[in-house]
């Protein structure tokens, strides 16, 4: 029996520069696991459509699919979007079996990307001191979702024993900007931004914009296509794939 074929969801967006990101990390999950069947699908705004690689999978024999969802908050493309496109799908395609997995969430794993793409912001702007972070995301009208990534900040501030700030794009103050501004009227000079951010985009490029406005010495890339979070996914869709087994 082939193993459920896995679907790695993402928001979309339309700068191409987020999909060619997101394509980049699922060729880095296809490296680690080229015995499954790997697919990209988006929610919107780019293509391929989840309904397009759902019925691409059925025509090619697949009765269970794991989705695994792209995103790094439980927010409401989590809680509505992802659901509703499953529940379609599934209603679709009589006998089709498809699991949805927790997002990647704020993984203890990703602190270690943050660090690799700081430190190459740090090295490329020549910044050797630093007194103080911002971890820049997104932003949620959901609080809950906003407060994990405050919990991640705080984790991350305390493993570098620095003032961290969480920060964010849209929808929650304060602005990437806004927290930098803070810092500097505490005294400090040597600011630098962590963009926790899936893939570039609008938002992530705003964040970057306004904090080097404010004063920021670095900003950090988004995640991006690295092996940690090619690892995440691949362990979100492990779960995924037993929850599907019959009990």
Same mark, same amino acid.
């Given at each position: 029996?082939a193993a459920p074929a896995l679907?790695?969801? =993402? /928001?979309?967006?339309?700068?191409? %520069? !987020?999909?060619?990101?997101?394509?980049?990390?699922?060729?880095?999950?296809?490296?680690?696991?080229?015995?499954?069947?790997?697919?990209?699908? #988006?929610?919107?705004?780019?293509?391929?459509? #989840?309904?397009?690689?759902?019925?691409?999978?059925?025509?090619?024999? #697949?009765?269970?699919?794991?989705?695994?969802?792209?995103?790094?908050?439980?927010?409401?493309h989590a809680k509505v979007d992802?659901?509703?496109?499953?529940?379609?799908?599934?209603?679709?395609?009589?006998?089709?079996?498809?699991?949805?997995?927790?997002?990647?969430?704020?993984?203890?794993? #990703?602190?270690?990307?943050?660090?690799?793409?700081?430190?190459?912001?740090?090295?490329?702007?020549?910044?050797?001191?630093?007194?103080?972070?911002?971890?820049?995301?997104?932003?949620?009208?959901?609080?809950?979702?906003?407060?994990?990534?405050?919990?991640?900040?705080?984790?991350?501030?305390?493993?570098?024993?620095?003032?961290?700030?969480?920060?964010?794009?849209?929808?929650?103050?304060?602005?990437?900007?806004?927290?930098?501004?803070?810092?500097?009227?505490?005294?400090? %000079? /040597?600011?630098?931004?962590?963009?926790?951010?899936? =893939?570039?985009?609008?938002?992530?490029?705003?964040?970057?914009?306004?904090?080097?406005?404010?004063?920021?010495?670095?900003? !950090?890339?988004?995640?991006?296509? /690295?092996?940690?979070?090619?690892?995440?996914?691949?362990? %979100?869709?492990?779960?995924?794939?037993?929850?599907?087994?019959?009990?």
């Amino acid at each position: 029996m082939a193993a459920p074929a896995l679907v790695a969801l =993402a /928001h979309g967006s339309r700068d191409p %520069r !987020s999909a060619a990101t997101i394509k980049a990390l699922v060729a880095e999950v296809k490296t680690m696991r080229p015995d499954l069947r790997i697919e990209t699908a #988006f929610l919107d705004l780019a293509k391929p459509s #989840f309904d397009t690689v759902v019925d691409r999978l059925v025509k090619a024999g #697949f009765d269970e699919i794991v989705v695994v969802p792209l995103l790094l908050t439980e927010a409401f493309h989590a809680k509505v979007d992802v659901p509703s496109a499953v529940a379609a799908a599934t209603e679709r395609h009589e006998g089709l079996k498809i699991r949805a997995t927790r997002v990647l969430g704020m993984e203890a794993a #990703f602190l270690e990307v943050l660090d690799v793409r700081l430190r190459e912001a740090l090295k490329e702007a020549r910044v050797r001191e630093l007194d103080a972070l911002v971890l820049a995301a997104a932003g949620s009208s959901d609080p809950l979702a906003n407060q994990a990534v405050a919990r991640l900040a705080r984790t991350w501030g305390t493993r570098h024993k620095l003032p961290v700030t969480a920060a964010f794009a849209s929808a929650a103050p304060p602005a990437a900007g806004e927290a930098v501004r803070a810092f500097r009227a505490e005294g400090r %000079r /040597h600011i630098a931004v962590a963009s926790f951010f899936l =893939a570039p985009g609008t938002l992530p490029d705003r964040a970057a914009e306004l904090a080097v406005e404010a004063g920021a010495v670095a900003v !950090s890339e988004p995640l991006g296509a /690295h092996p940690e979070v090619a690892r995440v996914i691949l362990a %979100r869709y492990a779960v995924g794939a037993v929850e599907l087994v019959p009990v």
